[in-house]
């Protein structure tokens, strides 16, 4: 794996984080989780930099942002007891299905 898809999907990761965290913030009412939530995308900004050092910007950042999306709505749902119905999958599905005829 190159280590442009790797610093890609750390920043994928940290975004996920960094969105729970927003979402735990309940609008920076509670300023710990609003402060990490600020932390994180900073940096999950920063690894997205070094990733589009190795690849097209419009790939990563389309990538980039499916991925974060998805594993945000998944990591809420898991964790969060954020709603997941047919129609939020169908579209996570299209989003993930645009992605990949980018790649053809």
Do not use: C, E
Request: charged share 5%; net charge positive.
């Amino acid at each position: 794996m190159s280590v442009h898809i790797a610093f890609l999907l750390a920043s994928v990761v940290l975004d996920v984080l960094a969105n729970v965290a927003l979402s735990l913030s309940t609008g920076f009412k509670k300023k710990g989780w609003g402060v990490l939530a600020i932390a994180l995308i900073m940096a999950a900004f920063a690894f997205l930099a070094v990733a589009v050092q190795g690849m097209s910007l419009i790939i990563a950042y389309t990538v980039w942002g499916v991925l974060s999306i998805a594993g945000t709505a998944l990591v809420t749902w898991l964790f969060l007891g954020q709603p997941m119905n047919r129609t939020i999958v169908i579209g996570l599905a299209i989003l993930i299905l645009a992605v990949v005829l980018m790649q053809a």
